[in-house]
């Protein structure tokens, strides 16, 4: 079974900046595709942003600009730094991987970590 372990969150001050880390843990066979999520009280989960196993990347507009994703392959790890963290960045933060289980399995199989708490002060 591949585990999501997230680490990094916190409180900072707006302005300040973070560094999520998840790590995937497990045996597979490749990602298809690694991202942050973040879900404030009351909100629904959000995408924030996205890596593909061919880099490239997608940003919520909100982000863009302030947030960068990124990944070590050879640590299974994704990471997702946080600059000018804005009190509206406050939220659980999620992150999901989409994984190829095997080399000859034709879908992705979905995980999620237990999330991390990023809390932004004003």
């Known amino acids: 079974q591949v585990q999501l372990v997230e680490s990094g969150g916190g409180l900072v001050q707006a302005g300040g900046s973070l560094r999520l880390s998840c790590a995937a843990s497990g045996s597979f066979f490749r990602f298809s595709a690694m991202g942050w999520y973040r879900q404030a009280p009351g909100k629904q989960r959000e995408s924030v942003a996205t890596i593909t196993n061919t880099e490239n990347t997608n940003y919520a507009d909100s982000v863009k600009g302030r947030f960068t994703i990124s990944r070590d392959n050879a640590k299974n790890t994704v990471y997702l730094q946080m600059n000018s963290l804005k009190p509206e960045d406050t939220a659980v933060y999620y992150c999901?991987?989409?994984?190829?289980?095997?080399?000859?399995?034709?879908?992705?199989?979905?995980?999620w970590g237990q999330g991390t708490q990023v809390t932004v002060s004003s």
């Open positions: 999901n991987a989409r994984i190829r289980k095997y080399s000859y399995s034709t879908y992705d199989n979905i995980f």
